[in-house]
């Protein structure tokens, strides 16, 4: 069937027929996951709008920002500041790769034996399924676990690729290294855009980016509250659109819903039952439309309450410290903060097992669902670390591996059926 946006699609040079075919499955998933929930919240019409429009009105809004002369950086990473990418007049994306569709592309040029995270990204591209990718300028890597350092060199004969190096340890060595890469990046992005970064420019773009997080550190903050007003999934969902919406109209719309939630927990009302078991993801990003795993969460018996992920916590916690007035003084200030990211392609990792007892403690739940996609190997194995911490803070633990097929859907639902009945 023909859609309002093919001929922007096909200018594109996307695969049409392919890609209504993922429209068309999306859509279904969407609907099965997402609007099939009762008492979800108000504000929740705004992101089911933002996702009917994913490849619609947003790429829309992309193409005419080009057109006015912008530039749109795609990521794959938390590393990448979007700081600098703003203060340069650009627009940045997070690009999903969450869906299976082009994996049997991807596994011409990659090992079956890869992340599906990995593969989707370069399955998409192959496949001519993502308007995204498509409608980059740049797209930025980073040397942070081997499946991807090594995937964008050859994700960079097909799209315009700069790698950003990132270290994997925290010494004072590690940070001078980081400060460097900053610069590096910082004078990349100022050739692609043919912008200097002023410092007012770079003051405006941390204050927007900043506000964006904390407008999603008051909506975890709600998630305290028992009974509970928002659901894992509507809350992933949150998450998983910051990272391609304007972020203008994202907090502000976000901001409507943490008055909804916290109007809702003021009167004592839930989206589940105060007696609900609590749970908190932990691991691997999931990227959109990667529902799977919370959804089989929710539909057995169980509430999440909190991720602590790149999609989640680890993405926001941190704010970059607004204090400074010079250009030198706001890019350490940018480098101090991207240097608290505790993903596991570090080592040691310890301060996220910290964070991990304090954010369960915090979230008061019953149990942790750890979650790795199948061949990670910094997440599968962080796993082990994060199993002991939590046992020494009382708090079971499920470690799940995945991918993103629905092969294991009733497998895994009786693992997690168990898991619930066990903390319940
Ligand atoms: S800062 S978590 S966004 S690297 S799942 S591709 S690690 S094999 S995604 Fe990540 Fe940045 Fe770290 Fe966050 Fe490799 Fe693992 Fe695949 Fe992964």
């Known amino acids: 069937m023909a859609n309002a946006h093919d001929a922007m699609w096909e200018k594109l040079n996307l695969d049409l ?15 099965d996951i997402y609007l099939s929930q009762s008492g ?26 080009k057109a006015a002369g912008k530039k749109i950086v795609g990521t794959f990473c938390v590393f990448v500041p979007e700081e600098i990418v703003l203060a340069a007049g650009a627009v940045q994306v997070g690009l999903c790769a969450g869906a299976e569709a082009g994996a049997k592309a991807a596994e011409k040029l990659l090992p079956r034996n890869t992340c599906a995270l990995i593969k989707s990204f370069v399955g998409f591209k192959l ?31 097909y799209a315009p690729v700069y790698v950003m190096e990132i270290p994997q340890m925290k010494n004072a060595c590690d940070r001078d290294l980081w400060k460097s890469e900053i610069l590096r990046f910082k004078g990349k992005i100022e ?7 002023t410092p007012e420019r770079l003051r405006d773009a941390i204050r927007l980016v900043n506000e964006r997080r904390r407008v999603l550190q008051r909506l975890n903050r709600s998630r305290k509250a028992s009974p509970v007003p928002i659901s894992g999934r509507d809350a992933l969902l949150v998450n998983q659109i910051s990272f391609y919406d304007d972020p203008v109209r994202f907090t502000e719309n976000i901001g409507k819903l943490c008055d909804e939630m916290e109007e809702k927990v003021k009167s004592g009302l839930g989206i589940v039952g105060k007696e609900t078991p609590r749970v908190m993801l932990s691991g691997c990003p999931m990227a959109v439309p990667n529902w799977k795993l ?53 080592t040691p990792n310890i301060e996220r097992l910290d964070h991990i007892v304090a954010m369960a403690r915090d979230l008061n739940v019953k149990g942790v669902i750890h979650y790795a996609l199948s061949f990670c190997q910094p997440y ?12 020494a803070a009382g708090i079971p633990m499920l470690a799940i591996e995945t991918d993103y097929s629905m092969e294991d859907v009733a497998q895994l639902k009786t693992r997690l059926e168990a898991f619930v009945e066990m903390i319940r």
Request: proline share 1%; hydrophobic share 40%.
């Open 294 to 346: 919370p959804y089989i969460v929710e539909s057995s018996g169980a509430v999440i309450v909190g991720e602590e992920s790149c999609i989640g916590t680890r993405n926001i916690r941190d704010l970059v410290d607004e204090s400074g007035d010079t250009t030198e003084a706001m890019l350490d200030a940018i480098v101090d903060r991207y240097m608290q990211i505790d993903c596991a392609c570090f």
């Open 127 to 157: 496949s001519r399924l993502c308007p995204y990718i498509e409608s980059c300028d740049l797209v930025v890597g980073e040397t942070t676990c081997d499946g991807k350092k090594k995937a964008y060199e050859i994700f960079a004969d």
């Open 191 to 197: 050739e692609v855009t043919g912008r200097t970064i």
């Open 17 to 31: 027929d392919a890609h209504s075919g993922l429209l068309e499955v999306l859509g279904k998933f969407y609907g």
């Open 380 to 391: 599968a194995i962080e796993a082990y670390k994060v199993e002991k911490a939590l046992e």
């Open 40 to 65: 979800r919240l108000r504000g929740m019409e705004y992101l089911d709008f933002v996702l009917s429009e994913v490849h619609g009105l947003r790429i829309k809004e992309l193409q005419d920002a």
